[in-house]
Antibody, heavy 122, light 107 residues
Framework: QVQLVQSGAEVKKPGASVKVSCKAS????????MHWVRQAPGQGLEWMGRINPNSGGTNYAQKFQGRVTMTRDTSISTAYMELSRLRSDDTAVYYC???????????????WGQGTLVTVSS | DIQMTQSPSSLSASVGDRVTITCRASQGISNYLAWFQQKPGKAPKSLIY???SLQSGVPSKFSGSGSGTDFTLTISSLQPEDFATYYC?????????FGQGTRLEIK
């Protein structure tokens, strides 16, 4: 069965960086996009960007351009999201979510990771 | 960016009830709309894509409809496990955007 297992909770100081991992299993890792979506405490869902694990190509939401980097290691079926210059309002649960490489479904998130809480506090 | 507006923001209902949640897009999105269920402390779970297609494994008590700018999610015969927050999401235009959520509570 499809599983996306994320790394554990992190506590960071303002200005630091955080790198969250998402290990995929139960499907062909390079056959699906991996997206990242975040959710601030008590708030809604916000799309951050995506990576094509096959090519390594990325697209980032304008809000995060210059601060976010998404990478992958196909040898271990793992995607990564690194967010730099952290601020207190980056405190959120960060989710990875899979989407088909198929045109018109490439932004439909069919399976999600369990989430990683990142707390930014001095 | 396309704005997605859900109504109501919260809803109280009883076990056995049938409820409908509405999602409106700020511009036409054809049928490129998904619905998700999220329980406290858990990741969202996909329910419906293409406005009305049920995701594999999702019970038929969930149904979706709509096209263009107006969409609905209907849940029939509510059970305790259905009380959660529901989100719509458009994937017609880049970037993908979500509604603010509808919290379904037990009356």
């Amino acid at each position: 069965q499809v599983q996306l297992v994320q790394s554990g909770a992190e506590v960071k100081k303002p200005g630091a960086s955080v790198k969250v991992s998402c290990k995929a299993s139960g499907y062909t890792f390079t056959g699906y996009y991996m997206h990242w979506v975040r959710q601030a405490p008590g708030q809604g869902l916000e799309w951050m960007g995506r990576i094509n694990p096959n090519s390594g190509g990325t697209n980032y939401a304008q809000k995060f351009q210059g601060r976010v980097t998404m990478t992958r290691d196909t040898s271990i079926s793992t995607a990564y999201m690194e967010l730099s210059r952290l601020r207190s309002d980056d405190t959120a649960v960060y989710y990875c979510a899979r989407a088909p490489l198929t045109l018109l479904l490439e932004f439909f998130f069919d399976y999600w990771g369990q989430g990683t809480l990142v707390t930014v506090s001095s | 960016d396309i704005q997605m507006t859900q109504s109501p923001s919260s809803l109280s209902a009883s076990v056995g009830d049938r409820v409908t949640i509405t999602c409106r897009a700020s511009q036409g999105i054809s049928n490129y709309l998904a619905w998700f269920q999220q329980k406290p402390g858990k990741a969202p779970k996909s329910l419906i894509y293409a406005a009305s297609s049920l995701q594999s494994g999702v019970p038929s008590k969930f149904s979706g409809s709509g096209s263009g700018t107006d969409f609905t999610l209907t849940i029939s015969s509510l059970q305790p496990e259905d009380f959660a927050t529901y989100y719509c999401q458009q994937y017609n235009s880049y970037p993908p955007t979500f509604g603010q959520g509808t919290r379904l509570e037990i009356k």
